[in-house]
């Protein structure tokens, strides 16, 4: 993986696509990051309600044919499931703490409606036949997010954005301060997307080489 520094301090990681299947899910989710782009433009916590509707989709969808395969096949999970559904969980947090933020508008949650239907279809065919692919998109997706989350806190640095009172639900969450800040949650969420991006890589690198690997249920937060 490239990496560089992000002004907030966060290593900013980047698989180097490989081959066919790589390049899809890379160009796939830069198309994504483009739509986000042009309609969000600079309304980060808008832009997370909508990112996180979708990033809480993928380890639910893999947690399932994860399990179903297991049972067809009559042996151990190795950690997976767990893992992936911890994984969903961690996304739905993030997005229940974006909607406290952003108070999104009745057409956004339409669109949050659309895009989830359409995104958990793909995805769900996607990881049918090709889990490395799947998991190849999610940590390419991850990595956007990360990216996105550190132009957030450029943002709430820079004054642009202001830095309110962090919403209770993320302050139970993440165990807060009670005075903690929208800041110091962008903080915690950026970070759980980077240990996102890293296991869904790892998983896909695994894949790809025949490996199967164990899950870490430790990634997600407990």
């Not at 490989?18 to 986000?36: E, I, M, N, S």
């Not at 490996?211 to 407990?222: F, I, V």
Request: charged residues 25%; proline residues 3%.
């Amino acid at each position: 993986m490239a990496h560089s520094q992000a002004p907030q301090g966060a290593e900013i990681l980047h698989h180097e696509p490989k081959g066919f299947t790589d390049h899809f899910a890379y160009g796939f989710v830069k198309a994504l990051r483009f739509v986000a782009d042009s309609f969000f433009a600079k309304r980060y916590g808008h832009r997370a309600v909508v990112l996180e509707t979708v990033a809480a989709v993928p380890g639910m969808v893999a947690g399932l044919l994860q399990h179903l395969k297991c049972l067809r096949h009559i042996r151990d999970d190795q950690g997976w499931i767990r893992e992936l559904l911890d994984e969903a969980e961690n996304e739905r947090m993030h997005l229940m703490t974006f909607i406290e933020v952003a108070k999104p508008t009745w057409f956004e949650r339409a669109v949050i409606m659309i895009t989830q239907l359409i995104f958990y279809n793909v995805y769900f065919f996607l990881y049918l036949f090709s889990a490395k692919t799947a998991h190849r998109v999610v940590g390419y997706f991850e990595e956007e997010a990360v990216v996105s989350y550190n132009q957030y806190l450029e943002e709430i640095d820079a004054g642009r954005h202001a830095n309110t009172e962090a919403p209770q639900i993320a302050i139970d969450y993440w165990s807060l301060a009670e005075d903690a800040t929208l800041r110091d949650v962008v903080i915690a969420v950026r970070d759980d997307e980077a240990g996102h991006r890293d296991r869904n890589h790892y998983f896909a690198n695994s894949l790809e080489a025949g490996d199967r690997p164990k899950g870490n249920s430790t990634l997600a937060h407990s």
